[in-house]
């Protein structure tokens, strides 16, 4: 989602040269080290001309950024994509104009069955609509003020249906906000090929624009699925609810963590786990060290973050900075592989000048781990 960081005006401005190049001078591709607090590296570049999987010239993906993961029951992983554009893209400064020059698809979705991220991620295949092009899953209006572009916020998979939780942008802003429509869920029964927009799972936002589950991230244990939500923009509270996981897709269902117990009723009743500035959450329960984890990107520290909690409803540690815009300017995203394990964090990252995804990786200080699991605080 390219614009998180420019307002439309600024965005539709001059022409840039280079643009796809992809910063990564920390640490050679394929290689995992061990960084020191706040100095993630990267593994590889994994979209873009240059990438370890040739997007462009395979699935005609030159820019795209997020890459949200998850695994489906045949132990794949599916990684979704936000605003996605083709070879025609002249690059990060040139907005929205032309959308079929560009080949501006609003969110895409690659498959991989390496699970090995120490050597970064290669895709088996994107979803695509006819050969060698990656399909838009879930179309948008693609109108400033009416719906921008519907932009993909977390993934989840329940006994063979893929759920992909968006949410619909009615216009970007001034950099770190945006304005909601609402968030919704759609779903797959064949892989991700297909996609349903599911109705009942829709979120409007209210007047103000302030609901506080216009991004949601899944999180699955213990018979529920854990959404994890902020509201549109990047400086909202974290909130969360839990839904039986069977019952996904029905909102009178969900359960509200309201500070002291799960309650049913409006979203409203939510409070914060964790206050902002929190954006474009991804959590997961880590078995190696029985603690569930947060990584956000802290817009306020320029930062992306990690916190750590016995319980998804906390109480949360305090921030641990992996990934510093001292070391990666421009950095956004910060979504965990499932395949991260005790203190090896690996996870992918957006730089908004490079605009395309790279695997990182951190290994965090064992000091700052027993720190934060031992931190009362939220």
Known sequence: MFTRRTPIGAALAALSAATVAVTVTAAAPGVAQTAPLGEANPVAVLTGAQSINATEARYQVKGTDLGIMWTDERGQILAAFGDTFGPGWPGITSGFAKPATIDWRSNTLARSTDRNPSNGMTFNNYVTDRPGHAKELLPSLKKDGVEMTKIPTGGVNVDGRDYLAYMSIRSFTKPGHWITNHAGIAYSDDGGQT???????????????????????????????????????????????????????????????????????????????????????????????????????????????????????????????????????????????????GTDLYFTMTQYDSYNVMMMHAKLPDSAVRSALKCPCN
């Open 195 to 341: 996609w349903k927009d599911a109705s009942s799972a829709r979120r409007p936002n209210t007047k103000g624009f302030d609901d506080q589950f216009q991004m949601i991230a899944f999180a699955r244990r213990d018979g529920f699925v854990y959404a994890f939500g902020t509201p549109n923009g990047r400086f909202g509270d974290a909130h969360i609810a839990r839904v039986p996981e069977q019952q996904l897709l029905d909102q009178s269902a969900y359960e509200y963590w309201t500070g002291k117990d799960w309650q049913r009723g409006d979203s409203s009743i939510a409070t914060p786990i964790v206050d902002g500035p929190v954006g474009e959450l991804s959590v997961r329960y880590d078995q190696t060290l029985k603690s569930w984890e947060m990584m956000y990107l802290d817009e306020s520290r320029k930062e992306i973050v990690v916190r750590l909690a016995p319980q998804p409803t906390g109480p949360w540690s305090a921030e641990i900075p992996v990934a510093t815009s001292r070391e990666y300017p421009n950095l956004y995203g910060g979504f965990l592989d499932p395949d991260s394990k």
